[in-house]
């Protein structure tokens, strides 16, 4: 999973992207003129994946990733055709957004959350404005030569047009967010977000409170505290957390509120070379989750054995949970559950 980390000048992205990947980037990396943002990748925790390692005692232990880019800058100054593409580039390939929000004042500048949350919603929509209307401009052209082209992309942009042109972000559409025929255009506000407030270390997140535009939930980060507690090892941390009654680290936050924005879980393979984690879509059925770890197996599939986690630790291990009948033999189109540990069989 790729996640674009976002938002107005000044409001302290790359701070958040240091609190979230433990890294020490440099503020403003791409609006500094480097035109390379900064890219981490983030180990995603999981408890059940260290229960499963304790039991198999792999050789290779592998979580799922997530890996955050942080463009720095915001789009406001991107209005010119290559900057506006380079944007674009960089933040096709992102899953979802975060879109960084300053919560407090700031050299002699005073936090307006509020408003810079619709500011930067209307910077995305108009972004995405800029690209429809060149497209169906092209396309007019097009059927005035006498060319077809693809009536139902023409109708999808269409749609879209307007309802851009009315304020609204694409994400709240569903036709059009999932439309085969405008995967391509990498609409930025069609992308799944989560607002993250950054708030000041005296700041209480009671305190602040904004009203978000449909189909967006929001996280409470102290971007700077998180940033510093970060770089220190992970005991030293949690103790600091606890005096001052931060409940869990802000990468563990976002990232299960990414999973839940983005109706994502979580099953496992075992072994005794690797114990892994992957990351598949609620919904997902066993020969397309198989197609995960190889297209082979996903090509040659015959079945799949499949165990629950819980399952698997109250009887303490994979045989003791086939002689009590916990293990199952499932087909196809089974529907993968969250923390299913599943052996795949495949004849290539």
């Not at 405008?182 to 209480?204: H, M, W």
């Not at 904004?210 to 005991?235: C, F, N, R, T």
């Amino acid at each position: 999973m790729e996640i674009g980390i976002v938002g107005l000048s000044g409001a302290g992205k790359t701070t958040i992207f240091n609190a979230l990947t433990g890294s020490e980037a440099e503020v403003s990396a791409y609006s500094g003129g480097k035109k390379d943002p900064n890219i981490a990748q983030v180990k995603v925790p999981d408890t059940r994946l260290q229960r499963l390692s304790q039991m198999y005692k792999p050789k290779k232990t592998s979580p799922a990733i997530i890996q955050y880019v942080d463009l720095g800058g915001g789009l406001a100054s991107g209005k010119e055709k290559d900057s506006v593409e380079t944007i674009l580039r960089l933040l096709r390939p992102c899953d979802a957004l975060v879109h960084v929000v300053r919560c407090f004042d700031f050299a002699g500048q005073p936090s307006r959350p509020q408003q810079d949350l619709e500011d930067f919603e209307a910077e995305l929509l108009l972004t995405d404005q800029m690209i429809v209307e060149k497209r169906l401009e092209r396309m007019e052209k097009e059927l005035k030569k006498g060319k077809k082209g693809n009536p139902r992309e023409f109708e999808l942009l269409k749609k879209a047009y307007q309802f851009l042109d009315s304020g609204r972000a694409l994400r709240e559409d569903e036709e059009i967010r999932s439309a085969p025929e405008l995967r391509g255009y990498t609409f930025l506000s069609a992308k799944p977000c989560i607002v993250v407030l950054n708030l000041g270390e005296d700041q209480e997140p009671e305190g602040i409170k904004v009203k978000l535009p449909p189909g967006v939930v929001a996280v409470k980060i102290k971007g700077a505290l998180e940033m510093e507690l970060s770089q220190l090892p992970a005991d030293e941390a949690e103790l600091f957390r606890k005096d001052m009654g931060i409940e869990e680290p802000a990468t563990h936050l976002l990232i299960r509120e990414s999973y839940n924005l983005l109706g994502l879980i979580s099953f496992f393979t075992v072994g005794e070379d690797e114990v892994k984690a992957w990351t598949v879509q609620r919904g997902t059925v066993a020969q397309k989750a198989a197609g995960r770890i190889h297209s082979d197996i996903e090509r040659g599939f015959i079945r799949a054995e499949v165990v629950a986690f819980e399952d698997l630790i109250l009887a303490g291990s994979y045989h003791a949970a086939q002689k009590a009948g916990k293990v199952r033999l499932e087909g196809k189109d089974y529907v993968v559950q969250d923390g299913d540990v599943i052996n795949f069989r495949f004849n290539v």
